[in-house]
């Protein structure tokens, strides 16, 4: 149970264009979904909160205009990184909580963007 | 908000030795502390994890334990193996807020 899935697994794409990342919980519900960005050898670093049915919650100096989050199902959340560059270029994984008294999350497989 | 130091940032280990992981947190209010073990690329995946009523857990060679007077907690692998070598993330939160993340400590095995 709790498996998290993330696609695309790795894209290339050209600097100025979007990306999207969908990040979707399998076999349960998900009403709060976390996106993080972890750059080599670093650690994982989150960027925003995603909650089923309203705005997105952004950690500071995360620019919301940029990364735009999307979760419109309790299975569903999106991240849209608008007019990529390269230095956006980075490894980014979603997590899904699983609700209970404490904060478990389980992770997708995470998506390398590289922006040329 | 919260922050988690953790330590040391590498570690070598013969196979077979044991291998321990500390990580320190500020906020008395949390209550939950997973960790997480990433192969490289790949997604952090939950080995084991703790909550504040109890002081220590154990799950074959691995354990966790808990002071939370002193606010701080440690991961300990017993016979380790050239498998276990990877990133080992540190977490803490306080009921369903954000997971506050150590800064990984880089697990070397060497058979």
């Known amino acids: 149970g709790a498996v998290v899935s993330q696609h695309p697994s790795w894209v290339i794409c050209k600097s100025g264009t979007s990306v999207k990342i969908e990040c979707r919980s399998l076999d349960f519900q998900a009403t709060t979904m976390f996106w993080y960005r972890q750059f080599p050898k670093q650690s994982l670093m989150l960027m925003a909160t995603?909650?089923?049915?309203?705005?997105?919650?952004?950690e500071q100096g995360v620019e919301k205009d940029k990364f735009l989050i999307n979760h419109a199902s309790l299975t569903l959340s999106t991240l849209t990184v608008t007019s990529a560059h390269p230095e956006d270029s980075s490894f980014y994984i979603c997590?899904?909580?699983?609700?209970?008294?404490?904060?478990?999350?389980?992770f997708g497989p995470g998506t390398r963007l590289t922006v040329l | 908000g919260e922050n988690v130091e953790q330590h040391p940032s590498t570690l070598s280990v013969q196979e077979g030795d044991s291998a321990v992981i500390k990580c320190t947190y500020s906020?008395?209010?949390?209550?939950?502390f997973p960790w997480y073990k990433q192969e490289l690329g790949k997604r952090p995946q939950l080995i084991i994890d703790i909550r504040s009523n109890v002081g220590e857990k154990k799950d074959q060679r691995i354990a966790v334990t808990l002071n939370k007077t002193a606010k701080h907690f440690s991961l300990h692998i017993t016979e380790t193996q050239p498998e276990d070598s990877a990133v080992y993330f540190c977490a803490a939160s306080f009921g369903a807020n954000n997971l506050f993340f150590g800064t990984g400590t880089r697990l070397t095995v060497i058979p």
């Open positions: 995603s909650n089923e049915g309203s705005k997105a919650t952004y």
């Open positions: 906020d008395s209010a949390s209550n939950y």
């Open positions: 997590s899904a909580r699983v609700w209970s008294s404490y904060n478990e999350q389980f």
